[in-house]
């Protein structure tokens, strides 16, 4: 939480689906059905994979001893997740550290403010996804949509009996037991090979996690906690206006934010049901057209946005938050700190960074999470250089004076100064491939260890596979 997640993971939450007041999303994204020029597939088939209590996970797989006691994963004064033990005996994921030792005064706490062991996991997790299928998407850090459709029809086609199988997990509103597979067999081939991919990621990474099988992403989303942890739902077309129903609020909508939610608000639409209900034309003119049928199809369970390749991250950052600091020395030493794990995490991605960011937050009264600011240049080529042939305490005593210069831009030091927050980032990621064609290129991230020949044809597998979107 103190810590920021890569941007790229960030943007791709408010990118898949409408609340991006701040971000302007891709156009594939953006386009409702209504204006979308190319058609998707008619029988998708996606999953969406949640894992349970993700960063206590990782750290009951370094140190099996606390998968026996309930685990509390501490950052500042934050239980940002626990393990089920810990949630049995009360505990829940956001409480504060007081109000957790007091339900569970045994609750033991490690620290989660460093992200490198969760991070690193997050991204084999996408990497064992793509190896089965390459239309993977990353959601954050634990979970990836995985468009499965073309697996199913392969499937379908060598499939005689549907007798003699059902589906695998659980049929949200229905005895599984009780539905046939012949009953939308493309559902229940994808409750399959979700079964498998879930025995697939716990057998290789020692993690577990929720699924959710479906015909679109937001169904998939939401279907897949409805049983946790460990286990998977799938949600047949049948049953999609009753999960709908079940929201209640707009705001429990995957992609109906904060920002949506207040307009909508303004309108009198607080309720799904309420959203549902509302003239099309009444939203189109606060929102505009394609905003108004994306807003009105997600409250009706349609979604057709394409499962977009993710892969790899367009920039990395780092930063920390504290209560206060106000003076230049402290600025310049945290700066230097977070630069220090920076440089570290974009050597081993192995490009080039073409831009460097220097974000703060000044406090503010009155909006106290809102008011970051910043400043960017660009890296010279000796010094990114540095970055990428390892030379990391050299390129962080040159990156120092630079992220300085910006930060003298934002803030007048004669002054008193008051800072929360304080962001390192690096962008404009270039391979060396890059480098020579002049395009971006995701390449090195996925197949660090892998030959450049499988990470090629995953690739173009991906690119195969956008091409419909
Ligand atoms: N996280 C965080 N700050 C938040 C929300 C989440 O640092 N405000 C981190 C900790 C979680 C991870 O992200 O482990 C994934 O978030 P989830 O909401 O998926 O929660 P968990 O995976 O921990 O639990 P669950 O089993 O309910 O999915
Ligand atoms: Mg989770
Ligand atoms: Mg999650």
Excluded at 249 to 276: E, F, I, N
Excluded at 392 to 417: E, G, N, T
Excluded at 453 to 459: G, R
């Amino acid at each position: 939480m103190e810590n920021s997640e890569d941007e790229e993971d960030e943007n791709e939450w408010r990118n898949s689906f409408v609340d991006s007041s701040t971000h302007s999303p891709p156009a594939a994204a953006a386009s409702g059905p209504s204006i979308s020029k190319t058609p998707v597939p008619a029988h998708r088939v996606i999953l969406h994979f949640d894992l349970d209590c993700f960063y206590a996970q990782v750290e009951m797989i370094r140190n099996p001893a606390l998968r026996e006691v309930p685990l509390g994963i501490q950052q500042k004064y934050i239980i940002v997740t626990c393990n089920y033990v810990a949630r049995e005996r009360g505990v829940n994921k956001l409480m504060s550290v007081t109000d957790a030792k007091e339900k569970c005064p045994e609750l033991v706490l490690v620290k989660g403010e460093d992200l490198t062991h969760y991070r690193e996991m997050s991204y084999k997790m996408t990497e064992l996804l793509m190896s089965y299928c390459p239309l993977v998407e990353r959601l954050g850090f634990d979970e990836n949509f995985m468009d499965v459709t073309e697996m199913v029809e392969q499937r379908l086609a060598q499939t005689v009996k549907f007798e003699d199988f059902s589906y695998k997990g659980h049929v949200y509103n229905h005895p599984s037991a009780d539905v046939k597979a012949s009953k939308y067999p493309r559902l229940a081939l994808g409750s399959h090979i979700a079964g498998e991919l879930r025995e697939a990621v716990h057998s290789k990474l020692g993690l577990t996690g929720c699924a959710g099988i479906a015909t679109n992403k937001l169904l998939a989303k939401l279907v897949s906690g409805t049983f946790k942890p460990n286990q998977q739902t799938t949600l047949l077309p049948e049953n999609i206006s009753d999960i709908m129903g079940c929201l209640g609020s707009v705001r429990k909508v995957p992609g109906v934010g904060h920002q949506t939610a207040k307009r909508l608000q303004a309108l009198g639409l607080v309720s799904v049901k309420d959203l549902q209900l509302c003239p099309l034309n009444d939203l189109v003119k606060e929102f505009g057209s394609p905003t108004a049928q994306r807003l009105k199809n997600l409250a009706l369970g349609v979604d057709d946005s394409p499962v977009t390749c993710t892969g790899a991250p367009q920039s990395l950052s780092d930063e920390d938050s504290f209560k206060k600091m106000s003076s230049t020395k402290e600025v310049s030493e945290k700066t230097q700190q977070l630069l220090s794990s920076l440089v570290e995490r974009m050597h081993k991605d192995g490009r080039q960074p073409q831009t460097f960011r220097l974000t703060i937050r000044k406090y503010t009264t009155t909006n106290k999470w809102f008011s970051r600011e910043s400043r960017q240049c660009p890296i010279p080529n000796h010094i990114g250089q540095k970055i990428c042939s390892g030379s990391s305490d050299d390129a962080v005593m040159q990156l120092l004076p630079l992220a300085m210069k910006l930060f003298y831009r934002m803030v007048d030091y004669s002054a008193p100064f008051h800072l929360t927050l304080i962001n390192v980032c690096f962008s404009n990621l270039q391979t060396r491939a890059a480098a020579v064609t002049g395009k971006g290129s995701i390449t090195s991230f996925f197949s660090r260890g892998t030959s450049p020949k499988k990470s090629q044809t995953v690739l173009s597998q991906c690119q195969h596979h956008k091409s419909y979107t």
